[in-house]
């Protein structure tokens, strides 16, 4: 029973982290080429997801409501990136941090009103029903989760490798000034890492919405989580997040078991602080040596 | 002088114009808007000290507000005692648990920094929620306002005791950030690296300010439990948290008038723009403001387009949208955030910020005059070279990874020489700099000062015994001024205990600073230029500067690491000049140089690595002639005289 | 110049905009936020009864009628905005009455101010014990805080006694980390003593506000062999406690306070709702003439198809229907006369769910019923079905029916003590 009662909340814990380690994927998304991240990256989670679920209440299918749900937070990510973000970059001011939370706090705003406050369900075609795998209860869509956040990510890191544009993507993470030189347009490898990083939150909306169901709060407990995640794993490292992010999802659930649901957090968060006075570039982040 | 008594008297004005307005409006409500305008006055400078000073995203403060009301809280009611301890251990708890939680963040800069203040925030409301036999858990704390020196604090007296205590901590912050104390804060923030340089210990002043800082933060918490009676552990979390940033960010970061605007902003205004009129009224006047900035800008060029424009659209919809939408209450807080936006993007260094260049082209207030340059001669008396052996390094090693930076080097470096160390790109000179000077700790191999172990791996405790440095890539205070630059590095005058700077009883001993630092800007030709933002100085003078900082240290030992890197002809002859004024000075100098002819004018004794290895040790001449040496500049061996010649040496 | 312009920012937010001859009502709560759908269906349910009554002219007082100007105001569900927003309102001179909360903590942050002027207050829907037991406390001789919710100790009762009808002997006590939830478990653990340990707590557990995963405190439950779960909770977490259930196999049904009728538990749950219980004052079904006009009513103004929360909508309706009686019996718009009014309503007042006879009597500190409208009769069991609340038991919807269209009986402060 015992063993069972670990597995299961090791396995549903993990698969709840996955999530966090999506969103997280996008923090670090514009971390690399320009050294932000979104802090209303929350936001944009949950009005993609207020989006699909009025593209699917107007009948479009499952397979065409995902492309389209991408393409709305592509395009609320490039939104953020142009009216936030780049002023910021060019003057090398910190004003993204509170451009990208105002930007955020008005999403909510204009969510609430278009889309109502109440928390609503979002249809899916997958099944919500468990299926035991080895003595542990999980369920397709706990699955689909998993699934859609290797998917994303295999695809973008085979963007980066593969075309020239992801190339370009690269070479501007890492060295801006140089790509610069070599005629890449760093302004516009922003706007793409925002638009990407845009399309990874919208997933990350569709994948949770059918679990967690869709409202305008949905996000704000998730997107700490994941910025502990990014932070924790490293800026840096995309293999990283996964790991981090299961082990924190399973990490609470079982502290919730043992400790009481109440002190849910805590080891989590002792262990970050943990964590990064021991290596402050994250986990898997690369350390970095002071040059004068 | 007239410049103090200006500020002075604004800040004067303002105070006494608040304390009067219980006696002018009988308002309760307009009386508790401006008791938390006082509690978060107080919050906000403190978080200034972080956010501003040390220039990191601190989350933690809003953990240190609610601590701070449950410490007071819990005096209260459970130990029965008066207002007067519970402050105090309001303020004690932030002191404490501020301290506590800058020691492991202190290795940590921006978003790391960020998180771990975070997760403390969490943590904390999590242990005020979950100690329910203490704290009451989610059911929250009541309590009731106890009487001050037998007075019962009626809503008038409260507020008074808030805005004593705001002028109170006004006043010794204003001291304190006008002394060393907050030039060191600054420094850390726009260089680490030189702050432990000079001889200024990051360690110290990082918890120092943060627990400052956090002490605010309890101490407004204290003053917040009084004030509504009721708290519960969600009161505190993320969402405030994110408006006292703006809060700081919109007054204008670094001053203390900045966090009061921001205070003011963000207590009125949410609040305020309930009502439909005054929501009319503000969104009216931002447009218009924002459109005559915004031309103004655009016709002179002096804003980019899009921050001229960005205002306008904001506040356009907000004008636009308040004629078609019919509860604006449903829409406050994108209200909110369209009026932010606006003030960020248009006013990018804050309300305070902006107010500060107007007033200060409106009334044309001269700095307070500098008092005259200390005489050199007592500042750094000249030092007999006696050729004593200064430095000695014996075998020392800097391996990174499999990398051989510097691989066996034993060198003696003379008192009261310039001692060139030179070689190609990646010879390791750089590396031997940074051993030395405790940035990087060697992988073998022994460095001792006049015969004493050099401390190693750490900047501060070089500096300490007695070695300066500049960097090859310039580690200026960017936001200071060349004087507070130099201020900063200026050894041996500050004593004066901590009290009596909050105090302000430590002015003579500023001036007698001002004077020394005065010296040195002269003795390197940049005492006109002494009140400019050394960010702003031209790239010459700023390497001029970082050399007057060393000098400040007052140094045995002075590291020069490329000072004439980038220099154009004229300057690289005026540095070779200050160079030499210092070597009369008899402080001995390591010179670290590729211009050749810099090294043959100055150097006494000239040593030439390759690979972590000396290839040639001697005099200029010497060196010049020495057949390894060309062969490593010019990548190639000399032309053998006679047939059959030396064998080429491995690179 | 600053400083004039400091005052008269200052008085116009304190006073508003003046306008004679209209009955000034502020309706305050969470519009924005996690506790919104509450918040915003009461505020709407009243601005429903509002429509109505200035669509008639208004309200008869004295020798004219007047109409109602309302007042909003969002508090988000924090103290510091809701302290605030009692200060302003209490500072207002020409304020009649306000309605409205949803937090308790909001309640006891703010009220103090409004107790403090004699400001009027109808607390609606909030439902936590405190707000009206912190005036019995402090032993406040004269009170001008009034509830108009089904208040915890009644909810708690009867979800404690379904328990134990429903031949369950071991439940685990489930609850959210709010002040809502916590003072929940209290009350329901008190009701299990008093009604004397038929039932055996096996586990307490908590969840926080945005917590989705709920499988280890139900796997703590079951493990621990709980048959019933009796849950205390704002919002749509519950429909994660019933999604949980499903997925790790469990049976046992939630029993709980009226959060549980809310659609965002309805619908998220799903068929994984299906018989969960709780007490409701309201049930959106048009079982009268008057709930229907008043659903149809809410639907068509606030273009919905559901109201988000019926029965704060109800219960935000129904109380301005009261305040507007006490408004027209004082014959004044003086708060404090309202107040006088209220405590002695002479003339039954025609709600959507219950006709109102005399629901408030002199505040008594001894017992905070005096200023409390709901009695255990008016509340019903509802249970999940396939998407819909309906009545737990048909005595109960028969009894509701009868006692919408008669006068139920006046009551008197001494008999009701409990």
């Given at each position: 029973m015992n063993a069972q009662i670990i597995g299961q909340m090791a396995v549903s814990g993990a698969l709840m982290g996955l999530v966090y380690a999506l969103i997280a994927y996008g923090f670090q998304l514009t971390f690399a080429t320009s050294k932000s991240i979104n802090f209303g990256q929350g936001e944009l989670v949950m009005i993609s997801a207020f989006f699909s679920l009025t593209l699917t209440n107007l009948g479009f299918p499952y397979w065409a409501m995902v492309p389209g749900g991408l393409l709305f937070g592509a395009l609320m990510g490039l939104v953020v990136e142009r009216a936030g973000v780049r002023l910021a970059?060019?003057?090398?001011?910190?004003?993204?941090i509170l451009l990208s939370i105002i930007i955020g706090l008005f999403f909510f705003s204009a969510a609430e009103n278009i889309w109502g406050r109440d928390d609503r369900p979002f249809p899916t075609p997958i099944s919500a029903d468990p299926i035991h795998i080895l003595g542990v209860d999980v369920t397709r869509l706990e699955l689909s989760v998993a699934v859609g956040v290797f998917a994303i990510m295999g695809l973008i890191e085979l963007f980066k490798r593969r075309t020239l544009l992801g190339k370009a993507f690269e070479a501007v993470s890492a060295d801006r000034d140089a790509a610069e030189l070599m005629g890449i347009s760093s302004t516009r490898t922003v706007m793409l890492s925002y638009g990407l990083s845009g399309s990874v939150a919208a997933l990350a909306g569709i994948l949770v919405s059918p679990i967690t169901t869709v409202g305008p709060t949905m996000a704000s407990a998730l997107i700490l989580k994941a910025f502990s995640v990014a932070v924790v794993a490293g800026l840096d490292s995309g293999f990283g997040v996964v790991l981090v992010g299961m082990f924190l999802g399973a990490l609470e659930s079982l502290a919730s078991f043992y400790l009481g649901s109440g002190w849910r957090e805590a080891p989590g968060l002792i262990l970050l602080i943990l964590a990064l006075a021991l290596r402050p570039n994250g986990v898997f982040g690369k350390a970095t040596i002071r040059k004068v | 002088m007239k410049r103090i008594l200006l500020l002075r008297g604004a800040e004067l004005v303002v105070f006494a114009f608040l304390a009067t307005i219980p006696l002018l409006v009988v308002n309760p409500y307009a009386l508790g808007l401006l008791t938390l305008l006082a509690i978060y006055g107080i919050l906000l400078i403190g978080l200034d000290v972080t956010v501003g000073y040390l220039g990191q995203v601190n989350l933690a403060h809003v953990a240190f507000l609610g601590l701070g009301a449950y410490a007071a809280g819990l005096v209260v009611t459970k130990l029965g005692l008066g207002m007067v301890p519970a402050l105090l251990a309001a303020t004690l708890v932030g002191l404490v648990l501020g301290g506590l939680l800058a020691l492991p963040a202190l290795r940590l800069e921006g978003p790391q920094f960020a998180l771990a203040t975070l997760s403390f925030a969490a943590l904390s409301t999590t242990a005020l929620n979950e100690?329910?036999?203490?704290?009451?858990?989610?059911?929250?704390?009541?309590?009731?306002?106890?009487?001050?020196?037998?007075?019962?604090?009626?809503?008038?007296?409260?507020?008074?005791?808030?805005?004593?205590?705001?002028?109170?901590?006004?006043?010794?912050?204003?001291?304190?950030?006008?002394?060393?104390?907050?030039?060191?804060?600054?420094?850390?923030?726009?260089?680490?690296?030189?702050?432990?340089?000079?001889?200024?210990?990051?360690?110290?002043?990082?918890?120092?300010?943060?627990?400052?800082?956090?002490?605010?933060?309890?101490?407004?918490?204290?003053?917040?439990?009084?004030?509504?009676?009721?708290?519960?552990?969600?009161?505190?979390?993320?969402?405030?948290?994110?408006?006292?940033?703006?809060?700081?960010?919109?007054?204008?970061?670094?001053?203390?008038?900045?966090?009061?605007?921001?205070?003011t902003v963000i207590v009125l205004l949410p609040n305020l723009l309930s009502n439909r009129l005054l929501f009319q009224i503000f969104s009216g006047l931002g447009f218009a403001g924002a459109l005559a900035a915004g031309v103004q800008g655009l016709v002179k060029k002096t804003t980019r387009p899009f921050q001229a424009l960005a205002p306008v659209v904001a506040m356009g919809l907000l004008v636009v949208g308040g004629l078609f939408v019919e509860n604006t209450e449903d829409w406050r807080k994108a209200i909110f955030a369209?009026?932010?936006?606006?003030?960020?993007?248009?006013?990018?260094?804050?309300?305070?910020?902006?107010?500060?260049?107007?007033?200060?082209?409106?009334?044309?207030?001269?700095?307070?005059?500098?008092?005259?340059?200390?005489?050199?001669?007592?500042?750094?008396?000249?030092?007999?070279?006696?050729?004593?052996?200064?430095?000695?390094?014996?075998?020392?090693?800097?391996?990174?990874?499999?990398?051989?930076?510097?691989?066996?080097?034993?060198?003696?470096?003379?008192?009261?020489?310039?001692?060139?160390?030179?070689?190609?790109?990646?010879?390791?000179?750089?590396?031997?700099?940074?051993?030395?000077?405790?940035?990087?700790?060697?992988?073998?191999?022994?460095?001792?000062?006049?015969?004493?172990?050099?401390?190693?791996?750490?900047?501060?405790?070089?500096?300490?015994?007695?070695?300066?440095?500049?960097?090859?890539?310039?580690?200026?205070?960017?936001?200071?001024?060349?004087?507070?630059?130099?201020?900063?590095?200026?050894?041996?005058?500050?004593?004066?205990?901590?009290?009596?700077?909050?105090?302000?009883?430590?002015?003579?001993?500023?001036?007698a600073a001002q004077a020394q630092a005065l010296a040195l800007l002269e003795l390197?030709?940049?005492?006109?230029?002494?009140?400019?933002?050394?960010?702003?100085?031209?790239?010459?003078?700023?390497?001029?500067?970082?050399?007057?900082?060393?000098?400040?240290?007052?140094?045995?030992?002075?590291?020069?690491?490329?000072?004439?890197?980038?220099?154009?002809?004229?300057?690289?002859?005026?540095?070779?000049?200050?160079?030499?004024?210092?070597?009369?000075?008899?402080?001995?100098?390591?010179?670290?140089?590729?211009?050749?002819?810099?090294?043959?004018?100055?150097?006494?004794?000239?040593?030439?690595?390759?690979?972590?290895?000396?290839?040639?040790?001697?005099?200029?001449?010497?060196?010049?002639?020495?057949?390894?040496?060309?062969?490593?500049?010019?990548?190639?061996?000399?032309?053998?005289?006679?047939?059959?010649?030396?064998?080429?040496?491995?690179? | 110049m600053f400083r004039q312009t400091l005052c008269g920012l200052l008085l116009v937010a304190a006073s508003g905009a003046q306008a004679a001859d209209t009955v000034k009502i502020a309706l305050t709560g969470p519009f924005s936020g996690g506790s919104a759908p509450m918040g915003t269906s009461a505020r709407d349910g009243s601005k429903l009864a509002i429509a109505e009554i200035n669509a008639a002219g208004g309200i008869q007082v004295g020798s004219k009628k007047m109409k109602i100007e309302v007042i909003e105001r969002d508090d988000e569900a924090k103290n510091e905005r809701g302290a605030l927003i009692a200060q302003e309102l209490a500072a207002m001179s020409d304020l009649s009455g306000v309605i409205g909360t949803v937090n308790t903590g909001v309640c006891l942050a703010g009220d103090k101010h409004l107790q403090e002027k004699g400001i009027t207050k109808i607390i609606c829907p909030a439902a936590g014990s405190a707000s009206m037991t912190?005036?019995?406390?402090?032993?406040?001789?004269?009170?001008?805080?009034?509830?108009?919710?089904?208040?915890?100790?009644?909810?708690?009762?009867?979800?404690?006694?379904?328990?134990?009808?429903?031949?369950?002997?071991?439940?685990?006590?489930?609850?959210?980390?709010?002040?809502?939830?916590?003072?929940?478990?209290?009350?329901?653990?008190?009701?299990?003593?008093?009604?004397?340990?038929?039932?055996?707590?096996?586990?307490?557990?908590?969840?926080?506000?945005?917590?989705?995963?709920?499988t280890a405190q139900l796997l703590r439950a079951k493990s621990a062999g709980a048959q019933a779960i009796l849950i205390w909770a704002i919002g749509p977490e519950l429909a994660a406690v019933s999604n949980g259930e499903a997925k790790i196999g469990m049976k046992a049904p939630l029993i709980g306070g009226w959060t549980l009728s809310m659609s965002n538990y309805i619908d998220n749950a799903g068929k994984n709702g299906n018989g969960t219980l709780m007490p409701q004052t309201f049930i959106e079904e048009a079982i009268t003439p008057k709930a229907k006009s008043f659903i149809d009513g809410y639907h068509k103004a606030y273009k919905v198809d559901r109201i988000p929360s019926a029965v704060a909508a109800a219960q935000g309706y129904d109380a301005l229907y009261i305040l507007a009686a006490a408004v027209k019996q004082a014959g004044s718009t003086d708060t404090k006369k309202i107040k006088e009014a209220l405590e002695d309503l002479k003339e039954p007042v025609k709600g959507v769910i219950a006709t109102w006879s005399h629901p408030y009597t002199k505040w008594d500190p001894a017992d905070v019923t005096t200023h409390e409208a709901f009695r255990r009769e008016q509340v019903v069991m509802g249970m999940v079905k396939d998407g819909r609340v309906v009545f737990g038991n048909d005595a109960d919807r028969a009894r509701l029916i009868k006692s919408a269209t008669t006068v139920t009986p006046a009551k008197t402060s001494k008999t009701k003590k409990k």
């Open positions: 970059l060019e003057q090398k001011s910190e004003g993204w | 100690l329910e036999a203490l704290t009451g858990g989610a059911q929250g704390l009541s309590l009731s306002r106890p009487p001050i020196l037998g007075h019962a604090l009626t809503p008038p007296l409260f507020y008074w005791l808030c805005m004593v205590l705001l002028a109170v901590v006004w006043m010794l912050m204003r001291n304190l950030l006008a002394s060393q104390w907050g030039r060191a804060f600054e420094a850390l923030r726009d260089s680490p690296i030189a702050t432990d340089a000079m001889g200024v210990g990051t360690y110290k002043h990082k918890v120092a300010a943060f627990a400052l800082g956090s002490s605010l933060g309890g101490l407004a918490g204290g003053l917040y439990a009084f004030n509504f009676q009721y708290l519960q552990p969600q009161s505190f979390t993320y969402d405030l948290m994110i408006i006292l940033l703006l809060g700081v960010v919109l007054g204008g970061r670094k001053s203390l008038w900045g966090a009061f605007v921001g205070a369209l009026m932010l936006f606006s003030v960020v993007v248009g006013l990018p260094e804050g309300i305070m910020g902006f107010l500060a260049l107007f007033l200060a082209k409106l009334f044309r207030v001269p700095h307070a005059p500098l008092p005259e340059p200390a005489d050199l001669d007592t500042l750094l008396p000249v030092r007999p070279a006696d050729g004593s052996a200064l430095l000695v390094l014996d075998d020392l090693k800097r391996y990174f990874g499999g990398v051989k930076a510097v691989d066996g080097l034993t060198m003696t470096v003379r008192a009261g020489t310039i001692h060139g160390l030179i070689g190609p790109n990646g010879s390791g000179k750089s590396t031997v700099v940074n051993v030395i000077s405790g940035l990087y700790t060697p992988t073998a191999g022994t460095m001792q000062l006049r015969g004493v172990p050099l401390p190693i791996g750490s900047l501060y405790s070089v500096a300490q015994a007695g070695v300066a440095r500049t960097f090859q890539n310039l580690q200026l205070f960017g936001e200071l001024t060349a004087l507070e630059n130099v201020l900063v590095a200026l050894k041996g005058v500050y004593r004066n205990p901590l009290p009596m700077v909050l105090l302000g009883l430590a002015r003579r001993e500023e001036r390197i030709g940049l005492r006109e230029q002494a009140l400019v933002k050394a960010k702003d100085l031209t790239y010459g003078a700023q390497r001029f500067l970082e050399i007057a900082r060393a000098l400040a240290r007052k140094p045995d030992l002075l590291i020069l690491d490329e000072p004439a890197a980038g220099l154009a002809h004229p300057d690289v002859l005026q540095q070779i000049e200050f160079i030499q004024r210092i070597h009369q000075r008899g402080i001995t100098i390591i010179l670290i140089e590729h211009h050749m002819d810099v090294v043959s004018e100055l150097c006494d004794t000239v040593t030439v690595l390759d690979g972590g290895r000396i290839i040639a040790e001697g005099t200029p001449d010497e060196v010049k002639r020495h057949p390894k040496v060309v062969e490593a500049y010019l990548g190639q061996p000399p032309q053998p005289e006679l047939p059959g010649g030396a064998e080429p040496l491995p690179a | 912190q005036w019995s406390k402090a032993g406040v001789k004269d009170n001008s805080i009034f509830r108009f919710a089904a208040y915890d100790g009644i909810q708690a009762a009867m979800v404690v006694e379904e328990a134990i009808n429903r031949k369950f002997t071991k439940v685990a006590v489930v609850f959210d980390s709010t002040n809502y939830g916590v003072s929940g478990r209290d009350d329901m653990l008190e009701q299990i003593k008093k009604q004397g340990n038929k039932l055996e707590v096996v586990a307490q557990e908590k969840f926080n506000i945005g917590d989705k995963d709920m």
